[in-house]
């Protein structure tokens, strides 16, 4: 039986991935499900398991817009099957919130 710590809601929420380990990218994918400690989201390209990462989730219905910066490390990047995206399951082990601006320049510098 599986037990999670935060439950987790089906959501999906713009992604921003701005860095990956040390190579700066700049990326956008789509949540599948948050929780208050991390995040899985589907993505087309894989993500190196154990590295560092640093992305931007853009909560929606907001004018403007609720972005949060959140730094974690990747658990998990695989396939369900050969033809689907990977399924990425990353920690927040650490998050802001930021103006739409500050959020765009974090983009930009990648």
């Known amino acids: 039986m599986e ?11 713009p992604l921003q991935i701005i ?12 949540t599948r499900d948050i929780s208050s400690g991390g995040v899985c989201f589907m ?5 190196e398991v ?7 989730i853009t909560l929606s219905g907001s004018t403007p817009p609720v972005v949060i910066r959140c730094l974690g490390k990747v658990l998990r990047s695989q396939k369900q099957e050969p033809e689907t995206p990977f399924e990425v399951a990353v920690t927040m082990e650490r998050y802001q919130f930021v103006n739409p601006q500050e959020a765009e320049a974090f983009a930009v510098a990648s």
């Open 3 to 13: 037990q999670r710590r935060a439950p987790r809601y089906r959501m999906q929420l």
């Open 19 to 30: 860095q990956v380990g040390t190579e700066k990218v700049n990326r956008t994918e789509l």
């Open 43 to 47: 993505s087309s390209e894989k993500v």
């Open 50 to 56: 154990g590295g560092r990462i640093e992305y931007l």
